[in-house]
């Protein structure tokens, strides 16, 4: 008798073994399964359109379509003159005293003009006349004719 138990107890470890063991994949896959009676496969997701990227804030280009670097010669009311040559982020105003870098406001309007800004010296251009203040004045002045 003892032999049987050994034996019904091989037999029983064997189909234990046999049920942890893994699995044989399927033949075919499910999605290639016939329909009949078998509920339909998932959706597949398809891939999504990539997102436009997230506009970013750069300063506006000179007014007026100056060139970047251009340089442009101004006549003042007071009969005075200055250079100021543009480029995308400022603008190096070269008066009879000296030059002075202003960095260019952001314009909130998006219009025409232009706005430099700098510690005791600003620019704002609208077309092609400049508006100066330094030192509690203020000066006019209009882009001079070439020629």
């Not at 309007?109 to 509690?136: C, F, I, K, M, P």
């Amino acid at each position: 008798m003892s032999q049987g138990i050994s034996m019904m107890a091989g037999l029983m470890l064997a189909a234990m073994m046999a049920a942890c063991s893994p699995s044989q994949p399927p033949a075919e896959s499910e999605a290639t399964q016939s329909a009949e009676g078998m509920p339909a496969p998932p959706p597949v997701a398809e891939p999504s359109e990539p997102m436009p990227a997230e506009p970013t804030s750069t300063p506006a280009a000179p007014a007026v379509s100056t060139p970047s670097g251009s340089m442009v010669v101004y006549v003042c009311d007071d009969g005075s003159g200055l250079t100021v040559t543009y480029d995308e982020y400022s603008a190096l105003v070269k008066l009879p005293t000296g030059s002075t870098m202003l960095s260019r406001a952001e314009s909130v309007s998006g219009g025409d003009d232009g706005a430099y800004l700098g510690e005791e010296l600003s620019l704002h251009r609208n077309g092609n006349t400049v508006q100066l203040q330094s030192s509690g004045k203020t000066r006019i002045c209009t882009n001079a004719p070439t020629g």
